[in-house]
Structure formats: C-alpha cells, structure tokens
C-alpha cells in the first residue's frame, strides 16, 4: 500500500496507523493549532520553572510550528544561553504536556519542582514571541496565563522569527557583561548583522540581486527590516512576502516545500532569471534553501550541505590567511541524511562528525571544535566560535597586512554569524559575503560537488519506537534482522547507501537512499521502505 502524501515525487507515506499524542523534539511541539492552548499554558509555567531552576536568567518561549502547514502551530523553548532547551527538560515537558487531566497536571508538576530541587519563591523571566500564523495569537494568551499562573515577569516581543527570538533570550542574559550578545531589542539584532556584513563586504563588487521567497511568512517582514541595515550593500528582492493571506503561509513555498519537491516554487516561475541567484525561507526563518536556474531552466538545489561546503571552505582559508592554522581547528558537522557527496568533498579538506539528526545533537558537537561549522541538508544550520576563539581572536597580533585583514574578516564573521541558532537571515548574508569574496555565482558555488541523487520516504508502522539505531542513526539496532537485509539490499547498488530511523517530530519512520543514477536511488529508498513495512 503505497500512496502520494501530496508531497510530489520527493516523499511517499506507507500507512498503517495515526498519531494521537504529544510528543517534544529538540524543545518543541507541533500539532493543529486550534488543539494547543492548554498545552500553552503548560508550556508557560514550564519556562517560568525552568527560569527559576536557573535564578532568574530569561527563557525563550516561541510559537511556531515552522515549515508546517498554517492551521498547525507548536512551540519551542529556548533556553538562556540562546540555545535549544536543556535535553533533561524535554522529558519533563513532555511528561506536563501530555498529563491527561488537570490533577495529573498538579501531580507531575509538584514530583518535577521536588525532584529538580526548584526553589519555588525565585523570581521567573520569560520572553516569548509568535510567527504569523492566525492561532498564535490566542496560543500566546494562553501562554500568558500560565505565566501569571506562576507569577513569571514576561515580556512579549511580538511577531518575530524564531532566532531573533533565540537573539533576544541571549542578549537579555548577558546584558551589561563583557560577554553582551548585543542590544536586547530587535533593532540590535538588525543592527548587528547589518554592520558586519557593511564591514565584510566593504570595497567588494556589489552583487546582483537577491531574490528570496519568505515563504508568506515572518521572514518576510524581518528581511524587509533587514533591508534598511544593509544600507545598499546588498538588494534583496521579497516574493511570497503576503503575510496575511489564509492559507497561504509554506503554501507551495519555502524552503521546506523546495527541499522535498527539489523544485522552484511554482510562483517564482516567472519571476526567476537564468543565472539569478535566490533563496526560500521556512516559516520561522530559520532554514535556508538557495538555487537557481541554468540556461536551458533547468533547476538546481543549493541545500544545506551545499552551505557548508561554502561555508567551511571559506573560513578554514581565512584562518589560513590569518596565520592562525596550527591554533584554531575548523571542523564540520553534519548528519546521515547529508549527501554522500558533500560529505566526501569536506572530508579531503576538514574534519567531519556525523551526529543524531536534531539541532541539538549538531550544535553540541559543534561546540567541540574551535570553529564548528554545522547545516544540516533541510537548511538548518550555522556556526560557532568557541569562547576562547574568540578571545584569541581578539587578542592575537597579525604580522602582515594580509593576516591582518583576514583576522578582519574572521571577526567580523563572528558577529554576523547568530551562533544560537541557525538563522536563515544571518545565513543569507554568510553566503553573500563568501560569494562577493570569491566572484562565485550560483554555477561556480554548485560546482564544488555534484549531489548523489538521493530519495526519502515515509512509512507509517505500528510502533515507531520499535525502530532503534546506533552510529548517529545510521544503522539500525532492532527490529532484529533487519539491517542485515537492508545492507545485503545497498550492496546491489552502484554507491548505495540507505539507512531508516524513527521520525522524533512525526509518528512515521524515515528512510532514506542515494546512489549514483536516480532511478536506482528511487528504487532503493522503495526496496528499503519495504522492508520496513
Ligand atoms: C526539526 C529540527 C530539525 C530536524 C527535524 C527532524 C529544529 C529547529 N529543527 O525540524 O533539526 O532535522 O526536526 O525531524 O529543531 P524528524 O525527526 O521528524 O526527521
Ligand atoms: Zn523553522
């Protein structure tokens, strides 16, 4: 039983069952928006608590339910230091949401503040905002209630993108420190990036224009606040920027919509020049899909490995410039699903790490390189300075003009990069800079590897967490037997490679296959899908 999820030739569902409950993924939630408000007002008590545990220092609460459809709608936590909510906390969120009645609620709530040794009289701080779907704003009334349910100070910073929102909770925690992120206001955000990048690109030819789809989203109203930091240095043209027609929000748009359908949305048909350079946001702007069209209009995807190729290139080489090459280790970070190719074309030149799928999984490793660059192939992704790279940086006295403006450079990377998360805007700019720096445009920054052709599909089982993997999930633990067949299965293939792993954000398993012609990695991801079933 195979039919077409309405997702195009990218993504096919096998079907067994249906989801009926909640469950929490890299802290956050997703589900039809009109069903969320009590698990809102849990999800406000919870970050008044979490603040609490952590004296008082802000937590981030965003709704947003991302790249899905609009009638969806979810909500992420954002812990103080920018970054994805502790992974401890995800089970006790997940415990509070799903408590079934309002004294099991009490009861789960009551065992959460004894065990984590919550001191209750604390003070709580929590800065929230929503995307632009309809149900957010009933969802964050509901949120405020469980915040004046506890007495939480909050402060509600409107319709924004999630790593703005990510920038706030960052910048408010460490206002008045030498470690300041930044103003804690939107503007400083829109200031800070729009500096660095005037700084990064200062004397460079200016380049053609930006096309970016917004998806219908927030992004739209963010790029179009970013526009006036940029001050000329870089034009960016908005399409799908209609932020309150129904329905429309990821509709046939986004960067959601082109990774899986690995096609221009059909709305920039006309507007998209051969050769121009553009780029889809998802919901929340915090994943990035760039591509263009060649000559004969044939279409051609820049994803995230695509990102990081470029990405991680360009700074091992101003490290390099720098003189700082035996000192500051670059490394990459990517997951099973990146393509094999990408991954053989980073690994000649850096070290690689295959990580769990999940934001948190990748940033974590990140952190354990000096530099760590981190995308994951669906557009999510960015890049973090260690804090003692940062002070090297800082400190470190160049002996040439020329490492002097590398370290210039480096620098100004460091600012222009939103290291909480990744961010589609901030990501925009990072690939404008390397494309000015190094004349590409989209043709020469694609021709750096040839993808493998690749296929994922979805099949729906009886019971996901039947499927256990090991390896970064590359390979499965149980059902027993199972991986042997699939691996006898790869070993047909010419640069076969497939592997299955329970969804965390959908009651599905994934399976995922590339080999070198398309119709054997079709015909594999099937094969495999089958054996699943
Ligand atoms: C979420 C994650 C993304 C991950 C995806 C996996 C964030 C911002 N994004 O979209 O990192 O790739 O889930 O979904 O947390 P899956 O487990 O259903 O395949
Ligand atoms: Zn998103």
């Given at each position: 039983?195979?039919?077409?999820?309405?997702?195009?030739?990218?993504?096919?569902?096998?079907?067994?069952?249906?989801?009926?409950?909640?469950?929490?993924?890299?802290?956050?939630?997703?589900?039809?928006?009109?069903?969320?408000?009590?698990?809102?007002?849990?999800?406000?008590?919870?970050?008044?608590?979490?603040?609490?545990?952590?004296?008082?220092?802000?937590?981030?609460?965003?709704?947003?339910?991302?790249?899905?459809?609009?009638?969806?709608?979810?909500?992420?936590?954002?812990?103080?230091?920018?970054?994805?909510?502790?992974?401890?906390?995800?089970?006790?969120a997940t415990n509070l949401a799903n408590a079934p009645t309002t004294d099991d609620f009490l009861a789960v709530l009551d065992t959460l503040i004894r065990t984590t040794k919550i001191d209750i009289s604390k003070p709580a701080r929590v800065v929230y905002a929503r995307d632009t779907r309809p149900s957010g704003v009933a969802l964050v009334a509901a949120l405020e209630d469980g915040l004046s349910a506890i007495g939480a100070e909050g402060r509600n910073a409107g319709v924004t993108t999630t790593p703005i929102l990510h920038y706030l909770v960052k910048a408010i925690n460490t206002k008045n420190t030498p470690e300041s992120y930044g103003d804690d206001s939107e503007e400083g955000y829109f200031q800070k990036l729009g500096t660095a990048f005037q700084n990064l690109v200062a004397g460079r030819p200016p380049l053609e224009a930006l096309l970016i789809d917004c998806a219908n989203g927030v992004g739209a109203l963010?790029?179009?606040?970013?526009?006036?930091?940029?001050?000329?240095?870089?034009?960016?043209?908005?399409?799908?920027?209609?932020?309150?027609?129904?329905?429309?929000?990821?509709?046939?748009?986004?960067?959601?919509?082109?990774?899986?359908?690995?096609?221009?949305?059909?709305?920039?048909?006309?507007?998209?020049?051969?050769?121009q350079r553009a780029c889809s946001l998802d919901g929340d702007a915090d994943r990035l899909m760039y591509y263009y069209l060649d000559e004969r209009g044939i279409f051609h995807m820049l994803d995230g490995d695509k990102i990081a190729a470029l990405v991680a290139a360009f700074i091992v080489d101003l490290v390099k410039s720098a003189g700082l090459e035996n000192e500051v280790k670059v490394g990459v970070?990517?997951?099973?699903?990146?393509?094999?190719?990408?991954?053989?074309?980073?690994?000649?030149?850096?070290?690689?790490?295959?990580?769990?799928?999940?934001?948190?999984?990748?940033?974590?490793?990140?952190?354990?390189?000096?530099?760590?660059?981190?995308?994951?192939?669906?557009?999510?992704?960015?890049?973090?300075?260690?804090?003692?790279?940062?002070?090297?940086?800082?400190?470190?006295?160049?002996?040439?003009?020329?490492?002097?403006?590398?370290?210039?450079?480096?620098?100004?990377?460091?600012?222009?990069?939103?290291?909480?998360?990744?961010?589609?805007?901030?990501?925009?700019?990072?690939?404008?800079?390397?494309?000015?720096?190094?004349?590409y445009t989209g043709i020469e920054w694609d021709s750096l590897y040839v993808d493998l052709p690749n296929r994922l599909v979805k099949v729906v089982v009886n019971n996901r967490n039947a499927f256990r993997t090991e390896n970064a999930e590359r390979r499965l633990l149980s059902p027993p037997g199972l991986q042997s067949k699939i691996d006898e299965l790869v070993r047909r293939y010419d640069g076969g490679r497939s592997f299955v792993r329970p969804s965390g954000t959908e009651d599905v398993v994934r399976v995922y296959a590339e080999a070198v012609v398309r119709s054997q990695a079709d015909e594999l991801a099937f094969r495999v899908a089958g054996l699943v079933y």
């Open positions: 039983l195979i039919f077409d999820f309405n997702m195009g030739p990218q993504a096919f569902v096998l079907c067994k069952c249906l989801i009926d409950n909640f469950t929490i993924h890299d802290g956050h939630v997703a589900i039809r928006g009109s069903t969320l408000d009590s698990v809102l007002f849990r999800v406000g008590v919870i970050a008044a608590l979490r603040s609490k545990k952590l004296d008082g220092l802000a937590v981030g609460v965003m709704v947003t339910a991302s790249h899905n459809p609009e009638q969806d709608n979810g909500v992420k936590v954002v812990d103080p230091r920018g970054e994805m909510l502790e992974g401890s906390w995800e089970a006790h963010a790029a179009s606040t970013l526009t006036e930091y940029l001050d000329g240095s870089l034009s960016l043209i908005l399409e799908n920027a209609s932020i309150s027609t129904p329905g429309a929000l990821n509709f046939a748009c986004g960067a959601d919509y082109v990774k899986t359908m690995q096609r221009l949305p059909p709305s920039l048909a006309d507007r998209l020049k051969p050769g970070v990517q997951t099973a699903y990146a393509n094999g190719a990408s991954t053989k074309y980073l690994a000649g030149r850096l070290p690689v790490k295959c990580v769990a799928t999940g934001v948190k999984h990748l940033h974590h490793a990140a952190e354990h390189f000096n530099i760590g660059v981190y995308f994951e192939a669906n557009g999510h992704g960015t890049v973090l300075f260690s804090p003692s790279t940062q002070s090297k940086l800082a400190l470190y006295q160049p002996s040439t003009p020329a490492q002097s403006t590398a370290l210039k450079h480096l620098i100004n990377l460091t600012q222009l990069i939103n290291q909480t998360v990744g961010d589609a805007l901030s990501d925009i700019l990072l690939v404008e800079v390397v494309l000015a720096h190094k004349s």
